[in-house]
C-alpha cells in the first residue's frame, strides 16, 4: 500500500433514506466461522513470503486464491498483464568533488539518459517558492516528496542523515546523478471472481484487494486484506438467495510497484465500469487501530489526473526509487454524499466506528476517472514501520479487526445492492 493519507474527523451519523429490501434481509456474519475463515487464509497467503510484483511466490499466491474462489462456486478468470519493470544496481551523487549514496531517487528511470545533471539544491525544510527547473533537490525527509515532485525537477534524492550536513553545505554547486540499473519485462495476473444470482438485477458492486506484497510476508499488507476478500466471498455466496445484483471479487497483482493490476484491469473493463454500484477495496486491515475508508470531500475539482500513456504499462516505484511524474497520484475526487451516508448507517447499526480518510494510496485511485463510486479500508495506526519489511507477519495482525472490516464491509454491501438505494 502506498500511504498517502489524511485524517478527519469521525464520520457523523446521519439519517438516511436507505432501507432493506425483504429478499436482500442478509443476516449479520457469524464472528466464529468468519474469523476462522479469514484467518486461514491470512495464514496461507504469509506462508508463501515475499509475494514481489511478477514473481513465482506472487504467481503462488495468484494460484492459491483462484483455486479458493473456485471453491466457493464462484466464476473465476485469472487475467494476465505484462509490466516494464526497472531495478537500480548503483547510484552515485557527484558534487564537486564529493560522493553520496542516496537512499531514495525520484527520477524517470525509462528515460534514455541514466546521468543527470543539476544545481543541487537542499530543500529541508521545502522553500517556500519552489522551482525545479534545472535543479536536482537534495533531502532527507522522504515526505517531502510529493511538493518536490510536483515543482518538476531534474531528480529528487534522498539522503541519509548521516550525510545530510555535508551535502547542505554543498547546496548551490552542480551535482551529477550517475544511475546504473536493468529493465525487465514481467508477467503479473489480476484474479476476478463473479457471484451472479440466479434472478440477477441491478448494478455490479465491486470488492478488492491486493494479493503482491514487498520487503516482507506482508501479513498486514496485504494477506490481511485478501483473506477478508475471500472470506467475504465465502459469506457472501453463502447467502447469494438474498442477493439481488451481481458482486464481483478482485484480486490484484502488482499494487506495490504502481497499481499496475487495478490500472490493468480498468483498462481491459472500461466499458463495463457504468454498470457498477461501488468499488469497495481493502488494504492493510489488519492492525489494531481505528478503521478508516477513504471518504475525501469535494476540493471542487474532481477531475483525477490521467497517467501518461507511456508509463501505463510501467513499473512505477521499486525499493529505492519513485517515478518522478506527478500524475501516478490521481488525488481529486470526492466520495458522493449517498456514500457518506451508507457508511454513516452501517457504522451506527454494526457499532463499528469508523474514521473518515482522504486519499488514501491503493488500487481503488485507478477508478478515480471511471465515474464509479469508490472507496477503500485501511485499519490504523499509520506510520506503522513494520509495514513493507520483514517483520510484517501475522503475529502483528489483530483478528478481532478482521472480522469487524469483514462486518462493516457486508454492512455496506447489503445497504448499496438494496433496490431503495439510488447510486
Same mark, same amino acid.
Given at each position: 500500500m502506498r500511504k498517502i493519507l489524511f485524517i478527519l474527523p469521525l464520520i457523523?451519523?446521519?439519517?438516511?433514506? &436507505?432501507?432493506?429490501?425483504?429478499?436482500?434481509?442478509?443476516?449479520?456474519?457469524?464472528?466464529?466461522?468468519?474469523?476462522?475463515?479469514?484467518?486461514? !487464509?491470512?495464514?496461507?497467503?504469509?506462508?508463501?513470503?515475499?509475494?514481489?510484483?511478477?514473481?513465482?511466490?506472487?504467481?503462488?499466491?495468484?494460484?492459491?486464491?483462484?483455486?479458493?474462489?473456485?471453491?466457493? =462456486?464462484?466464476?473465476?478468470?485469472?487475467?494476465?498483464?505484462?509490466?516494464?519493470?526497472?531495478?537500480?544496481?548503483?547510484?552515485?551523487?557527484?558534487?564537486?568533488?564529493?560522493?553520496?549514496?542516496?537512499?531514495?531517487?525520484?527520477?524517470?528511470?525509462?528515460?534514455?539518459?541514466?546521468?543527470?545533471?543539476?544545481?543541487?539544491?537542499?530543500?529541508?525544510?521545502?522553500?517556500?517558492?519552489?522551482?525545479?527547473? =534545472?535543479?536536482?533537490?537534495?533531502?532527507?525527509?522522504?515526505?517531502?516528496?510529493?511538493?518536490?515532485?510536483?515543482?518538476?525537477?531534474?531528480?529528487?534524492?534522498?539522503?541519509?542523515?548521516?550525510?545530510?550536513?555535508?551535502?547542505?553545505?554543498?547546496? =548551490?554547486?552542480?551535482?551529477?546523478?550517475?544511475?546504473?540499473?536493468?529493465?525487465? !519485462?514481467? !508477467?503479473?495476473?489480476?484474479?476476478?471472481?463473479?457471484?451472479?444470482?440466479?434472478?440477477?438485477? =441491478?448494478?455490479?458492486?465491486?470488492?478488492?484487494? !491486493?494479493?503482491?506484497?514487498?520487503?516482507?510476508?506482508?501479513?498486514?499488507?496485504?494477506?490481511?486484506?485478501?483473506?477478508?476478500?475471500?472470506?467475504?466471498?465465502? &459469506?457472501?455466496?453463502?447467502?447469494?438467495?438474498?442477493?439481488?445484483?451481481?458482486?464481483?471479487?478482485?484480486?490484484?497483482?502488482?499494487?506495490?510497484v504502481g497499481m499496475l493490476g487495478s490500472r490493468a484491469y480498468v483498462e481491459h473493463h472500461s466499458g463495463e465500469l457504468s454498470n457498477c454500484r461501488l468499488l469497495c477495496n481493502l488494504d492493510t486491515v489488519g492492525r489494531g487501530g481505528d478503521i478508516m475508508m477513504d471518504l475525501p470531500k469535494s476540493s471542487g475539482n474532481t477531475a483525477a489526473m490521467e497517467l501518461p500513456a507511456q508509463f501505463r504499462h510501467k513499473q512505477l516505484g521499486g525499493k529505492n526509487w519513485l517515478l518522478l511524474e506527478p500524475s501516478v497520484m490521481p488525488i481529486n475526487y470526492a466520495a458522493p454524499e449517498w456514500l457518506l451516508d451508507v457508511v454513516s448507517t452501517c457504522s451506527k447499526e454494526t457499532g463499528i466506528s469508523v474514521r473518515a480518510a482522504s486519499y488514501s494510496g491503493s488500487d481503488h485511485m485507478s477508478f478515480a476517472n471511471s465515474g464509479l463510486p469508490i472507496t477503500s479500508v485501511v485499519v490504523g495506526p499509520l506510520g506503522d514501520s513494520k509495514i513493507h519489511t520483514p517483520e510484517d507477519t501475522i503475529d502483528k495482525v489483530n483478528i478481532e479487526n478482521l472480522t469487524k472490516v469483514g462486518r462493516l464491509v457486508a454492512a455496506i454491501v447489503k445497504h448499496v445492492m438494496s433496490p431503495t438505494a439510488n447510486p
Open positions: 457523523a451519523v446521519l439519517a438516511v433514506s &436507505y432501507v432493506y429490501a425483504d429478499h436482500a434481509d442478509l443476516q449479520d456474519i457469524s464472528q466464529p466461522n468468519f474469523t476462522d475463515c479469514a484467518e486461514m !487464509h491470512l495464514k496461507s497467503l504469509t506462508f508463501l513470503g515475499i509475494r514481489d510484483a511478477g514473481s513465482e511466490r506472487e504467481n503462488k499466491a495468484i494460484d492459491y486464491i483462484s483455486r479458493q474462489f473456485k471453491q466457493i =462456486g464462484l466464476q473465476v478468470s485469472v487475467e494476465p498483464f505484462e509490466f516494464e519493470s526497472y531495478e537500480i544496481k548503483q547510484a552515485i551523487l557527484h558534487i564537486g568533488k564529493h560522493q553520496f549514496t542516496p537512499s531514495l531517487l525520484v527520477f524517470n528511470p525509462y528515460a534514455s539518459s541514466k546521468e543527470l545533471i543539476g544545481q543541487a539544491v537542499w530543500a529541508t525544510p521545502i522553500p517556500e517558492k519552489v522551482n525545479g527547473a =534545472g535543479k536536482i533537490f537534495l533531502s532527507d525527509t522522504r515526505n517531502n516528496f510529493i511538493r518536490l515532485m510536483l515543482a518538476n525537477p531534474v531528480a529528487v534524492a534522498f539522503v541519509d542523515t548521516k550525510d545530510s550536513e555535508a551535502i547542505r553545505e554543498l547546496s =548551490g554547486q552542480q551535482a551529477r546523478l550517475e544511475i546504473t540499473g536493468e529493465s525487465s !519485462h514481467l !508477467h503479473s495476473s489480476n484474479v476476478v471472481a463473479s457471484l451472479i444470482p440466479e434472478h440477477s438485477q =441491478g448494478k455490479e458492486i465491486l470488492l478488492s484487494a !491486493h494479493l503482491d506484497s514487498v520487503g516482507g510476508p506482508g501479513a498486514n499488507d496485504n494477506a490481511s486484506g485478501v483473506a477478508v476478500l475471500l472470506a467475504l466471498a465465502q &459469506y457472501l455466496s453463502d447467502n447469494r438467495s438474498y442477493i439481488p445484483c451481481p458482486i464481483r471479487f478482485i484480486a490484484f497483482g502488482s499494487e506495490e
